[in-house]
């Protein structure tokens, strides 16, 4: 079983973020990066697929300047195969674009399956693994709450608002992974010290045309302070006040 | 005037509130640049009874595909019968920023290399230009895109429009399916409502959510109690608690979980860790009950109590009840 996962860098989304004096990107001084959340949880189920089978290989694929290089040895000392750096140095915001990247490098590739993160905690935009699917022209299931692969068929469930759906799909398929699924484990010393002589391969981007501009960022509005009403059960009448005559919402 | 599409959503033989949201949102947009709203639904035989809805809501144009495949969600047929309707000329198309929209649309989008703006809170539509606004870095940053290229696609997040009745013809169409529905390589085999019947988080008007400070899964009933009281709310819960199992992932508000904006959000228990606040900030109203009078949470409540919730709720809980029977 040969298995792709496509994994973003972002920054650690604990800090406080300022922008950057373009506008259009955030200052990453003093920012911690790291793998997109639930592209660490989709490495995971990659490598524990091969685990339990005990034979395939997972390629680890991130798109982005030369620091990318750092994210994908962490995947690797998680226990990836190889990796693939598709370099692009000036930021691209067009998902259309990036995943028209990621499909040229895995069209060829002869992957069974290819698993990204339901989204990246940075621009949320939930779109990257649908576009690849499209592009590749393959079956296509997101949001993956549950997974199970045997015998050519990929059984999925997955959760919707107030309610889940199972889903089936024959391989090769791209499925998105979503939280619950599997925690990523921490890089052992072992996988550390065997990922440093684990493949690297970096190529240029094979960036798509862009459909759209990121015009600028901002902060959100602050909310008003906070305000503390009372303390204990005695506090309960006036807030119910509140809730009625100022919020209204009761 | 080129036309807005508006997907409206259904599961179950229901129609979502997010299918009444993306009428909404074409009208608001075809009252100002001219054209028609054509509204798709797409569900087994006895779907087309909600076109009369979609009229109410707008629609001028309500085109329909029923076919016993649609009974479960089958996004390989939906995905090839919108692109193809989207090939005919359209000034843009919205979609449910739902789990079902986001599998969907992104494909529809791909395939005829449009521009598609994902989980939107706020569009215009100027001259040739659409801008949106989408947040991002757990809904710490305002993204502002242009899209280029034309028809324009747009998931809503959930609550960016509500509904609103504006009658329009709402004039029946039959459309046939793109592809054989029943071929498709990516079956559902099953859709099942959650336990139950609850109020789904995106949509309930209020909701009560609790964390570490109820101390064990059991006294989630307080939380619960509460939100029956209400009558209006789900029930939501830190990552702390559905990481130890007391509930479900798919209750867990957050950076990594639900992003939900109500019109009230009850913290119970909750000291507000910065991943909670992510997926719950931009709440309308928000309360925090909480023993600890330094807890972040209480920076973005705008009632707080500070004390224990075991000890408030019941109180609360009968207070509430009150206040609905009209005391």
Redesign the interface.
Known sequence: MKLAVCIKRV?D??MR?K?AASGTS?DEAGLKFDMS??DGYAAEIAIQITEKLGAGEVTVISLGPDVVQETLRKALSMGAHRAVHLKQDAPV?D??AV?TALAAELRDGGYDLVLLG?MA???????????V???LGL?????I?KLDVAEGVVKAR?????????????LPAVLTID??IARARYPSLKGIMAAKKKPMESKPAQLG????????????AE???????????D???E??R???EE?K?? | MPNILAFSET??GEM?RAGLETVTAARQVADATGGQVHAVLIGAPGVAQFAARLAAHGADVVLVLEHDAFA??N??AI?ATLAQRLGSGYRAAFFA????G??????V???M???????VTEFKFAGDSV?VK????????????????TPAIISLR?GAVLPVENPKAGTVEAIASAIDPTTA??????????AG???????A??IIAGGRGLKEAANFKLVEDLAAA?GNAAVGATRAV?DDGWRP??D?IG???RLVSP??YVACGISGA??HL?GM??S?????INKD?EAP????????????VM??LP??TE??KQ??AGG
């Not at chain 1, 997955?158 to 024959?170: D, K, N, Q, T, V």
């Not at chain 2, 920023?97 to 079902?100: K, L, M, P, R």
């Open positions: 920054p989304m604990e973020f922008i955030i959340d639930f915001s998902g259309l995943a339901r905690v940075d621009t949320q935009n939930r779109s990257t693994g649908a576009f699917a499209e592009l079956p296509f299931i997101s949001a709450s997955r959760e919707l608002e107030g309610a889940y759906e199972l889903i089936e799909c024959p939280e619950g045309a862009i459909t759209y501009q990121l015009e600028k960022l901002e902060l959100p909310r008003a302070a906070g305000r503390i009403i009372g303390e204990g059960k506090a309960v009448p807030l119910v509140l809730l009625k919020a919402v009761l | 599961r179950l979502r479960n969600y996004p390989e995905v920023a739902s789990a079902q986001h599998d969907l649309v992104a494909r989008a791909a395939r290399k449009l521009a598609y703006a994902s989980d801008t989408h947040p991002g870095f757990t809904n710490k940053i305002v993204q502002t895109f242009q899209l280029k290229a959930a390589r990516v079956k559902v085999t099953l859709t099942e409502k959650a019947g609850k109020l789904d988080l995106g949509e008007p209020v209400f559905t992932h798919s867990q950076q990594t979980g019109d009230l910065i991943q992510a900030r931009t309308k109203t928000i309360v925090a009078k949470i209480f920076k973005v409540a705008d009632y707080g109590i500070v004390g224990d000890e408030v109180v609360l207070a509430v206040a609905k």
